[in-house]
C-alpha cells in the first residue's frame, strides 16, 4: 500500500555558501509556524527570466546587504521539501561560493515574509556543524553543508 501522490512545483533556485576570513558559515534559522526551526544557508527561489547567478547575486545583496560578484555555481543539488508557505517543491538548488574576509549582515533588503520567519542568524564554524545539536537547535540543510564547504574551498 502507498500513501497519497505528492504533486511538487519545480522551484529553480541559488544559494549561497557565504564563508567568512575565520572559515564560518553564515546560516539563517527559520521558524515557521507548525514547523520544528531549521536553519539554512542565504539563496532563494529564481524570480522569472533570472539566471542561477543572477538570483545568487541578488539574493546575496537582499539577505545579507553583500553586493558583490558570487562566482561560478560549485555545486547542485536536487531536494524535496516544503516551502515557508506551504507549497511541496522539487528545489534544483544551485550553489555559489562566496569567500570575505568579514562581514555585518544587513537585513534591510529582507521581504516581509522573510522578516516573519528569519528570526535569526549566525556564522557556524566547521566543528559547529558538526557538533549541532539539531533536536534542541534545529536542523541544519543541507545535512551535509560541512562536506559541501571542504569540497568548495578553493584556498
Given at each position: 500500500?502507498?500513501?497519497?501522490?505528492?504533486?511538487?512545483?519545480?522551484?529553480?533556485?541559488?544559494?549561497?555558501?557565504?564563508?567568512?576570513?575565520?572559515?564560518?558559515?553564515?546560516?539563517?534559522?527559520f521558524t515557521v509556524p507548525g514547523r520544528a526551526p531549521f536553519?539554512?544557508?542565504?539563496?532563494?527561489?529564481?524570480?522569472?527570466?533570472?539566471?542561477?547567478?543572477?538570483?545568487?547575486?541578488?539574493?546575496?545583496?537582499?539577505?545579507?546587504?553583500?553586493?558583490?560578484?558570487?562566482?561560478?555555481?560549485?555545486?547542485?543539488?536536487?531536494?524535496?521539501f516544503e516551502t515557508v508557505e506551504g507549497v511541496p517543491v522539487t528545489a534544483d538548488e544551485?550553489?555559489?561560493?562566496?569567500?570575505?574576509?568579514?562581514?555585518?549582515?544587513?537585513?534591510?533588503?529582507?521581504?516581509?515574509?522573510?522578516?516573519?520567519?528569519?528570526?535569526?542568524?549566525?556564522?557556524?564554524?566547521?566543528?559547529?556543524?558538526?557538533?549541532?545539536?539539531?533536536?534542541?537547535?534545529?536542523?541544519?540543510?543541507?545535512?551535509?553543508?560541512?562536506?559541501?564547504?571542504?569540497?568548495?574551498?578553493?584556498?
Amino acid at each position: 500500500m502507498t500513501g497519497p501522490v505528492v504533486l511538487r512545483t519545480p522551484r529553480p533556485a541559488a544559494r549561497i555558501l557565504l564563508v567568512d576570513g575565520a572559515g564560518r558559515v553564515l546560516l539563517f534559522r527559520f521558524t515557521v509556524p507548525g514547523r520544528a526551526p531549521f536553519w539554512v544557508t542565504p539563496g532563494g527561489a529564481l524570480d522569472a527570466g533570472e539566471s542561477y547567478g543572477e538570483a545568487a547575486r541578488r539574493e546575496l545583496r537582499e539577505e545579507t546587504g553583500i553586493a558583490i560578484d558570487p562566482g561560478p555555481e560549485v555545486a547542485r543539488r536536487i531536494a524535496d521539501f516544503e516551502t515557508v508557505e506551504g507549497v511541496p517543491v522539487t528545489a534544483d538548488e544551485r550553489y555559489f561560493r562566496v569567500d570575505i574576509e568579514t562581514a555585518q549582515v544587513d537585513p534591510a533588503g529582507h521581504t516581509e515574509l522573510e522578516r516573519r520567519v528569519m528570526t535569526h542568524w549566525r556564522w557556524f564554524a566547521p566543528d559547529e556543524l558538526a557538533g549541532h545539536d539539531a533536536a534542541a537547535e534545529g536542523c541544519i540543510y543541507p545535512a551535509d553543508l560541512a562536506d559541501l564547504l571542504a569540497q568548495t574551498d578553493r584556498r
